[in-house]
């Protein structure tokens, strides 16, 4: 958010231990990181709210609040986590979107392979998780494309390198 000064990342954690990595704002000209962080998580990956217990799984908030430009945090285990950062300028953020091109790939659910829109003939590597955090295919492409035939249908987490650019979703493969 380039008005409010407001840097959003949301990061999903889904292996069975905690995460702990620096985030790195120099960039963003932050003198203090501030903030909060919205966590949802649960013990067990297969657990989800229903009609019967819709408060199962609830966001727990939290401040964060650092001096310097670098967050070091930890990410709980099976957790989606979207942090709201202050800082006081998103000039890094802005400079990325100005280039115009940015990483991503479809169609999305597939049957066989996806395609990375943007990609040049830079290298992309690749990485294939499953819902319990297992890496089910790993590989690097040259050609913009990821052959996703060898697994079976289901729902995977997708995360692909480009240079500085990472992009990572759900895939639902046919």
């Known amino acids: 958010d380039e008005a409010a000064n407001q840097l959003f990342l949301k990061v999903v954690n889904p292996n069975t231990t905690d995460y702990r990595t620096t985030i790195n704002l120099k960039n963003a000209s932050a003198s203090r990181v501030s903030g909060t962080a919205s966590v949802l998580t649960s013990a067990n990956i297969s657990n989800e709210n229903s009609f019967a217990s819709p408060n199962y799984i609830v966001p727990v908030n939290s401040a964060i609040d650092t001096l310097g430009s670098a967050l070091n945090y930890t990410f709980?285990?099976?957790s989606v986590t979207v942090l709201k950062l202050n800082t006081a300028t998103t000039s890094g953020v802005s400079t990325i979107k100005a280039n115009g091109k940015q990483l991503s790939f479809f169609p999305n659910p597939t049957r066989d392979f996806v395609y990375f829109k943007d990609a040049g003939?830079?290298?992309i590597s690749f990485q294939v998780r499953n819902v319990t955090g297992q890496t089910v295919l790993q590989?690097?492409?040259?050609?913009?494309k990821a052959d996703l035939s060898s697994l079976q249908p289901g729902i995977y987490l997708l995360t692909a390198h480009q240079g500085n650019q990472i992009v990572s979703g759900k895939?639902?493969?046919?």
């Open 171 to 174: 895939v639902v493969k046919k």
């Open 121 to 123: 003939v830079d290298i």
């Open 139 to 144: 590989d690097k492409t040259t050609n913009g």
């Open 76 to 78: 709980k285990a099976n």
